[in-house]
Structures are given as C-alpha cells and as structure tokens.
C-alpha cells in the first residue's frame, strides 16, 4: 500500500485501540503497522500504562522510536531507558490522593518502575497485573512514595462516582495536575505536562515531524487531548460519543480489527 503524503507518524493508544478487550495484538494490527513502516511513516505507541507495561509490545512491532508512558508522564527509548519525566508534584499527589479517597476510590500509585497498591485483593489488581505483566507492591501508606509519583489511578466500577472524582480533582488541584479518564473505571492523574497533547508536542519536537503530518488514534477521554493537536485524528468504534465527536474519523471497534481497519482507510492508500 501506498502511504498518503500527509502522514509522516502515528501514534496509537493502546489499551481499547491498538490491543483487543483481550488485551491480544491480533496478525492484523501487527501487519498493519509493518505495512506503515514499509511506507516510511513512523509509528509508536502511547498509553497510561508503565513502561514495562508495554515492553511486551515493543519486539512485535518492532518500534524505533520514542514510546510514551504514563499518558507522557515518562518518555523512553525502545530498551526503556527513559528519554524524559515528568514527575507530579508532591503537594499535589498528596492532594490529589485525598480527593480520590474522599470519592471512595482506590487509589494506586506508580513511580518510574513501580507500582503500589493498598490492597492486593482490590477491583482490577489482578487484570492490571495481566495486563502489565508484572506485579504491584503493597503499601499501606504512600507517605514515603509521593515525593516520586510518575501517576495516580482512582479506580471504582461506580464509573458516575469516577466522572465526578475527575471533575473535583481538575477543579480542586487546577494546573497542578492533568487528570483525565483512560477507562470510565481509571481516573489517570499525572504532571500538567504528562497528557497526550503534551505527547504530541514532544513526539513532534524530538522526531522534526510537523504536528499536522502526525495521524493519532485512540478511545477514551485522554485520547481527545492527542485529536487536537494532530493532523488526522481517528476514534475507535468503542469509543463513547464524545470522543467520537472529537475526531476527524471513526473506524471500527478494537474487536473488529478497528486499529488495522484505520491505518489501511485513513493513512494508507
């Protein structure tokens, strides 16, 4: 396939885009990705994950360039050495903490290389652990750990009491933090500069590739900040409504191949 002259990179989220509800790179997204390669389109990957929740990712795409974790709150290379970081204030973690709390959240904390949660036993420990492919730590207390917070998750499958723990956090920590929703039940919350607009930006300075000649695709709230700021912005066909309308195209769901579907319709020709 041949590639549309308007598209020099893109950027793909991965949890509900690029991977299935199963979490599965299907044949199809893989192919789709070498094809973007072949045509000489640059491509990574970005997500709210850790880096080392996506490193099983990183040998079957074969990615070169730089991968963004934590929603951007830590850029790093394809071995996982880290590139930049952005760490959340610790005024500002401790803040953000108590609100999800008061919301009757859980809460989990990740620094660069680890994750902490209170109780191993909590909703979505144990699929995040599959996920991710590695285990959290348990901490009673996160006193000793927020001076090196790279991102908070509230996490409660009240998704209504999650919408309105994301509203009080943006509203009661303002510019201190970037707090967006990367599932109904996750509630991301990471530096200001740790958002995927801000991946964008970065991606963009580092790879000299103009932002409107980056092609960006993803399904949850967070992925709207990425939309606006790139040249082609695709939603998943399991995306709400209102990340819908944020984006230029729609393809079909991440169970029926929607990320390959996108670059084959959208990016190449």
Not at 87 to 105: N, V, W
Not at 132 to 137: I, S
Not at 169 to 186: D, E, H, I, L, W
Request: hydrophobic share 40%; with cysteine.
């Amino acid at each position: 396939m041949a590639a549309r002259d308007s598209v020099q990179l893109v950027i793909a989220d991965v949890d509900g885009t690029l991977v299935t509800q199963e979490k599965v790179l299907t044949d199809r997204a893989r192919e789709a990705v070498r094809q973007l390669l072949a045509a000489g389109i640059a491509f990574t990957i970005t997500s709210g994950r850790p880096p080392m929740g996506m490193k099983m990712l990183i040998e079957p795409l074969g990615l070169k360039n730089p991968i963004a974790a934590f929603n951007g709150g830590v850029l790093v290379r394809p071995d996982l050495s880290v590139l930049q970081q952005h760490l959340l204030p610790q005024a500002a973690a401790q803040s953000a903490c108590e609100i999800i709390d008061q919301h009757g959240l859980d809460v989990w904390l990740y620094t660069g290389q680890e994750w902490f949660v209170r109780k191993r036993q909590a909703p979505h420990v144990d699929r995040e652990e599959w996920t991710v492919k590695f285990p959290p730590k348990v901490a009673a207390s996160y006193d000793g750990l927020l001076g090196r917070t790279a991102k908070l998750v509230g996490v409660s499958d009240d998704y209504a009491a999650v919408a309105r723990c994301e509203q009080d956090v943006q509203k009661q920590c303002g510019a201190q933090v970037s707090a967006s929703r990367s599932q109904p039940y996750y509630l991301d919350v990471t530096h200001p500069q740790a958002n995927k607009g801000e991946v964008v930006t970065a991606l963009s300075q580092m790879l000299k590739i103009p932002a409107e000649k980056i092609a960006t695709i993803g399904d949850g709230p967070n992925d709207v900040l990425m939309f606006r700021r790139s040249g082609i912005s695709i939603a998943m066909g399991n995306a709400s409504d209102e990340v819908k309308k944020a984006a230029k195209f729609v393809t079909a769901s991440n169970q029926d191949e929607g990320f390959a579907q996108a670059m084959e319709r959208f990016v190449l020709s």
